[in-house]
Structure formats: C-alpha cells, structure tokens
T-cell receptor, first 112, second 114 residues
Framework: TQLLEQSPQFLSIQEGENLTVYCNSS?????LQWYRQEPGEGPVLLVT?????EVKKLKRLTFQFGDARKDSSLHITAAQPGDTGLYLC????????????FGRGTQLTVWP | SAVISQKPSRDICQRGTSLTIQCQVD?????MFWYRQQPGQSLTLIAT?????????ESGFVIDKFPISRPNLTFSTLTVSNMSPEDSSIYLC???????????FGQGTRLTVV
C-alpha cells in the first residue's frame, strides 16, 4: 500500500488552464515536499511545507499543507508548456532520519 | 543545497552482467540514498548508505543483488548484480541537506538490460 496517494495520475491540459494536484494520506507528517522531474533528470525540489494550514506560493504555483498535516495540494494557475513534467509529493514522518516517502506522481502535460 | 554527479547517465547491459553506478557529492553528507524509478513512475527506495557502516536495505532489496559502498562522506556506489531485463530502470542517488529532509538528486542512470 502507498503511504501517499497522489491524484490524478495523469493530467493533460491546454496552456492557460488551471489545475490542482492532490497528495493524501491517513498518516501525520512532520513535513511534506513537492518535486518536479523532467525527462532524463532527477527530481528537483519545489517547496517544503511544515506547518498545518501553511500556504506557500512560487510564482504561479500555490502549495497548501492540510490543517492536520496529512495532505497537501499543488495548484498551478495559467499553466504553461514549461510546467510539463512529473510532479511528486514526498513526506517525512519524523521517525527515521532522512527517510522520505514518495507518492506515485502526477504526469502533467501542458499543450501549447 | 548540494550538487550531485552521477555516472554513467545511461547504459545498455547484457543480462547476467553487473553495473556499478557512481555518485559524487560536492559536500560531506552523513547519509546517501539510492532509489529505483520505472519511467514515468515514482521512486522506490533501495537502501540508505552511511559512511563507515553497512547500508540499510528496504524490504524487497538485498545486499547480494545491490551491493553498496560508501568509502567516504562524499562518494557512494551502487552495483546492480547479475542483471536481468526486470532490472531495467532509472537509478537515482540523493542526499539531504539542511534541517529538513529535503532531497537533492543526481540526474539518474537509465539502465537497459537486454
């Protein structure tokens, strides 16, 4: 069973549309990260959220950590083709130092 | 942040052979992590490598198949032994930097076993 359930698994949209990706769990986390991965590259860290209810913005990307620290969402406004990639959420349970649990990922394709 | 160099970036290998993947970090780190990733899929942790001790393997991964070396605080290797086509995958090393477990990755090694 997957500790982090990410949805949707695939998302194909037109440039200019908005989208939201979800990362859910029944477990409580110390922190949660979002990564973006492009073909042929390793994942790149976008943001870390730590506090329940926290909202962080990175240009057109808005990240939210649930109040209970069990879930998170990533919202992209006016998507662009450069946003295309695999989006991964990962979480730290605070028990084993450095052990991150990754979601299955959301493959986003933005068409011009 | 940390800069990680991983090589080779890709390889095509014959079944039954072994491949060693190298991971070099630009700073000293306590732990290094090795992941496997099927194309377009998420990451599965293979093992955690600490300097000066045996690597800790996740369920489903064993040392005989994936031996790991960690000779110093900036370098690690992962060997994929006695390869079969099922080992075809992307292998990634990562380190964590800062107070939070934020991961930084190498560019990955795309392995194809024929």
């Amino acid at each position: 069973t997957q500790l982090l359930e990410q949805s949707p698994q695939f998302l194909s949209i037109q440039e200019g549309e908005n989208l939201t990706v979800y990362c859910n769990s029944s477990s409580v986390f110390s922190s949660l990260q979002w990564y973006r991965q492009e073909p042929g590259e390793g994942p790149v860290l976008l943001v870390t959220v730590v506090t329940g209810g926290e909202v962080k913005k990175l240009k057109r990307l808005t990240f939210q950590f649930g109040d209970a620290r069990k879930d998170s969402s990533l919202h992209i406004t006016a998507a662009q083709p450069g946003d295309t990639g695999l989006y991964l959420c990962a979480a730290d349970r605070g028990s084993t130092l450095g052990r991150l649990y990754f979601g299955r990922g959301t493959q986003l394709t933005v068409w011009p | 942040s940390a800069v990680i160099s991983q090589k080779p970036s890709r390889d095509i290998c014959q079944r039954g052979t072994s491949l060693t993947i190298q991971c070099q970090v630009d700073s000293q780190v306590t732990m290094m992590f090795w992941y496997r990733q099927q194309p377009g899929q998420s990451l599965t942790l293979i093992a955690t490598a600490n300097q000066g001790s045996e690597a800790t393997y996740e369920s489903g991964f064993v040392i005989d198949k994936f031996p790991i070396s960690r000779p110093n605080l900036t370098f690690s290797t992962l060997t994929v032994s006695n390869m079969s086509p099922e080992d075809s995958s992307i292998y990634l090393c990562s380190v964590e930097s800062g107070l939070l477990p934020e991961a930084f990755f190498g560019q990955g090694t795309r392995l194809t076993v024929v």
